[in-house]
């Protein structure tokens, strides 16, 4: 038997013994041993649950118990959650985390813990919810260098980026919508304005690249300048908006952004819809893959955590993840990378058609009924530089969206 306590009983980690409970008889089959709950840590009591009987209230009872063999951190935070698994990891004990906080600002400091005892420090439920991303990279790509990574890795801003889409329903009336569906959080923000996407792309660029990648160093847009108007446009062109994590390599060099992008129907991405997260990753070996499920949810990340629990159980004395170094990752600054731009600019298109080629190169200008007094203009390939010091000049943008190929 293995021995496990789970440190939280909020959403995941009532999911995470729910998992445990119900698919008892195939987990064990494929842990090779019983997997047993022995301890849950929260502030709270849960009278009437059954889980109340292995509720403790001091962490210390876990660290200093030496039947644990395995611990799940899935309080969210990074503190105590960091000090928490420091120690957990100190005292020989394997960890399964859903905290892409934690891993986005320490993970190499915990990786490197973990490789040093010979356990574990998993984490697959931080990036994409259920969706096997962070094993794919550790395991079947490992023969690849991996040349891009680019994902809808937010299913808040997806669900209201796809009501916007399809109903032409202003922002604020979506995001409201979705606050009342329990899609969206109370306080927003961490979704819409891109933090979440930003730490879960930090992660798999960390991953990617063997070194850290700082979140705070990613160029982050979220969707809250988004309009129905914008959504007309990419119509009109048949395309559609969502909100992109991106790393890609470039050269010696590695570009991370998350940002609103115009995506053609050709695109992998196009057709995730409603709370769905994919990831789209191209090695240069393998090729081009996708992985696409339900990024969030009860059930769902806490499947991917006991997935974590289930490999620490079979390796409980032999460190599997791929680790990245602590020493900080350059990453390419935006104004050197390249892209199109789609540009709403104020003004009749035929009068200011030869001022806005001449201004920012042959492009597509586009007209949408109904909307007067401007006109869209989706620009060829420029460098982020080059496009603001056109846009500098350039009077009358409206605002701008980026384009992916």
Known sequence: MVNIAVMGYGTVGSGVVEVLERNKKIITQRAADEINVKYV???????????????????ETIINDPDIRIVV?????????????????????????????????????????????????????SVGG??????????????????????????????????????????????????????????????VEGYDSCRKIAILSSLISGQQVDFEDIHTEGITKITKEDMMYAKEMGMTIKLLASSKRHDDHLHAIVAPFLLGKEHPLYNVDDVFNAVFVRGNMLGDAMFYGSGAGKLPTASAVVADVVDEAKHLHRNIMTMWKSEKLELEPIEDTSRRFFIRISGNVEERRAETEKCFGPGKAVCVDGLDGEFGYLTESMTEGEYLKKAEEFGGVISMIRAED
């Open 130 to 191: 259920g969706i096997p991303i962070i094993r794919a990279l550790n395991s079947c790509m490992t023969a690849d260098e991996i040349e891009e990574i680019t994902g809808i890795l937010n299913g808040t801003t997806n669900y209201v980026m796809t009501k916007m889409f399809y109903e032409g329903a202003d922002y604020a009336e979506v995001l409201k919508e979705a606050q009342e569906k329990g899609y969206a959080e109370r306080n927003p923000e961490a979704d």
């Open 41 to 59: 840590l929260d502030l709270r009591d849960f009278p009437g649950d059954p889980v109340q009987e292995k509720i403790v209230h001091d962490f």
């Open 73 to 125: 951190e899935v309080m969210g935070g990074i503190e105590p959650a960091y000090t928490y698994v420091k120690r957990c990891l100190e005292a020989g004990k394997s960890v399964a985390t859903s905290n892409k906080a934690l891993v986005a600002k320490h993970g190499a400091e915990l990786l490197s813990i973990a490789r040093e005892r010979e356990i574990n420090f998993l984490f697959e439920a």
